[in-house]
């Protein structure tokens, strides 16, 4: 590509893993890389990344990055969809003559638009990503994959962070052999699915720590987006929360547990949203695995609720209490081996095959290919459709399940709780499909409602989750278990009516 041609435009299909630095040498001991059609080949590579003070690219969704190859300099621009989709790439390359940005050259890409005078005079290097890597040329099926074994470092003023990774592309085939070659290395080899580029892990660097914890971020679904490319979108995103927040879950950090579960449901919540698109023959198996995953998360959230909202406060209440200490040491070491249960699930096999199962199943899933006439019609119908149908049913569900909320029993109010919860995660994937003043002020009213309801719903099942806890004479709180569940109770009669006065928002 010579330096008088535009910048080249393309999307990358490929899969990331993070590899610990000890085993990254049993990666190329595999017997598929032994096997390379071409003899490996080992580079040095020096990537520096350009961005405002202020980050002005990143939050306009573009990558800078300018590479020193070791006989020439590469500039490329990649677009940060891939943040919502783990696979896809989009970049645009062309080679330059200096290790500075040659901005007349992006035009037609998606940095132009972003590209004002005051920008262009404040583009100053970041971060620089040193990295030894080597590639292999795989067969696998009818298709050619690259394997490239990258091993260095992120740089910048600010410090070093390590940078361990496998990277799996197809050159030339079908996504279906680019996850056959996937899981045949994640059998042999810990690799870990991973979600972060080497660039979110320099701004990270840049920013003065790691960013353990990821909370759910929202997603544009357009009104004439079809089902399945929203459904994908969705799931995309649900899926860069579960495995985002995998690591700090492994090393016990109780807020990244959380938004892990919270991923996991919001992904469960997407299946049966999008049911009549994406129900085949391996769902029920998705299903069951995504179970298994929140399952092993459970008791590690209950503990640290209790800890937080019961016993932590009850010992600063009453610090020379000996049964509080004791009661807080027992839960703490119960805990402490939660956790560790936790750390060994997420850290086996299963859960790593899981996490392929999930990502090639929304993506080349049978749902996806089925040539039944109804089922690619269902498919390619504009999601606004589907989502006023699912809203709707939800909302109506909600409803009936709700009144004489006084009387209903633990059971019948969990699942009041979980149609709650599946309805406000459904108004917020459809946040962007259904615009205008009107529409944006209903669902907000209906999100607070939810979010309150689910709030006092969830209190009352804590307390009858307690019951299995309380131990040592510890008693629930400053208040009786009576008093908070009337009041909770209260909270959510007050949430549900709120719920029933807001108009559907999708009808605005």
């Avoid at 592309?169 to 994640?186: I, Y």
């Avoid at 019961?310 to 509080?324: H, K, S, T």
């Avoid at 049913?393 to 699942?415: D, E, F, P, W, Y």
């Avoid at 309150?452 to 307390?463: H, S």
Wanted: charged share 35%; aromatic share 6%.
């Amino acid at each position: 590509m010579s330096g008088d041609e535009p910048a080249h435009h393309s999307k990358e299909i490929e899969l990331k893993f993070e590899v610990d630095p000890q085993d990254a040498a049993r990666v190329a001991e595999h017997p598929l890389l032994r096997d390379s059609l071409v003899p490996p080949e080992e580079r040095d590579l020096t990537s520096a990344y350009f961005d405002t003070v202020d980050f002005a690219l990143r939050k306009a969704g573009v990558y800078l990055r300018v590479r020193d190859t070791g006989t020439g300099y590469v500039q490329t621009v990649k677009s940060m969809r891939s943040e919502a989709e783990p696979m896809e790439r989009f970049e645009w390359e062309r080679q330059i003559t200096s290790p500075r940005p040659e901005l007349d050259h992006a035009e037609g890409t998606a940095l132009a638009p972003v590209l004002t005078p005051e920008i262009k005079g404040s583009l100053r290097q970041l971060f620089v990503t040193t990295v030894k890597r080597k590639t292999y040329l795989v067969a696998q099926g009818y298709s050619e994959i690259e394997v490239a074994l990258d091993q260095g470092d992120v740089l910048s003023d600010e410090g070093r962070r390590p940078i361990s990774e496998v990277e799996l592309e197809l050159k030339r085939g079908n996504t279906t052999d680019l996850f056959s070659l996937a899981r045949s290395l994640a059998e042999a080899l810990p690799l870990r699915l991973a979600v972060k580029t080497k660039a979110e892990r320099g701004y990270e660097l840049v920013e003065g720590g790691t960013h353990d914890v990821e909370k759910a971020t929202d997603i544009d679904i357009k009104p004439d987006m079809t089902s399945e490319e929203a459904f994908r979108a969705i799931a995309h995103n649900c899926l860069r929360q579960i495995i985002a927040n995998a690591p700090a879950t492994c090393r016990g950090l109780p807020e990244a547990l959380h938004q892990m579960r919270i991923g996991l449901r919001r992904l469960r919540a997407a299946l049966a949203i999008f049911d009549d698109i994406v129900a085949d023959e391996q769902q029920g198996k998705i299903k069951a695995e995504l179970k298994w995953v929140t399952q092993h998360l459970g008791p590690a959230r209950d503990l640290d609720v209790f800890v937080t909202d019961v016993l932590r406060p009850q010992r600063e209440a009453r610090p020379g209490d000996e049964n509080i200490a004791a009661a807080l040491r027992d839960i703490e070491e119960k805990r402490t081996a939660a956790y560790a249960r936790v750390a060994e699930s997420l850290r086996s096999e299963r859960f790593r095959t899981v996490v392929i199962d999930v990502v090639e199943w929304v993506e080349t899933g049978p749902w996806s290919t089925d040539d039944d006439e109804l089922r690619k019609e269902l498919r390619t119908r504009p999601i606004a459709e589907l989502a006023k149908k699912e809203l709707r049913r939800l909302r109506k569900t909600i409803k009936k399940r709700g009144a004489n909320l006084r009387h209903k029993s633990v059971r019948q109010r969990h699942k009041l709780r979980i149609r709650a919860k599946r309805l406000r995660y459904g108004t917020e994937f459809f946040a962007g499909t259904f615009d205008g003043h009107t529409s944006e002020k209903r669902r907000s009213d209906s999100l607070s409602a939810l979010k309150d309801l689910q709030d006092a719903l969830g209190g009352l099942n804590d307390i009858a989750t307690r019951q299995t806890l309380i131990g040592h004479g510890v008693e629930h709180g400053p208040a009786s278990s009576e008093e908070q569940a009337a009041k909770l109770l209260h909270n959510a009669e007050e949430a549900f009516a709120r719920f029933i006065d807001t108009k559907a928002f999708w009808k605005a």
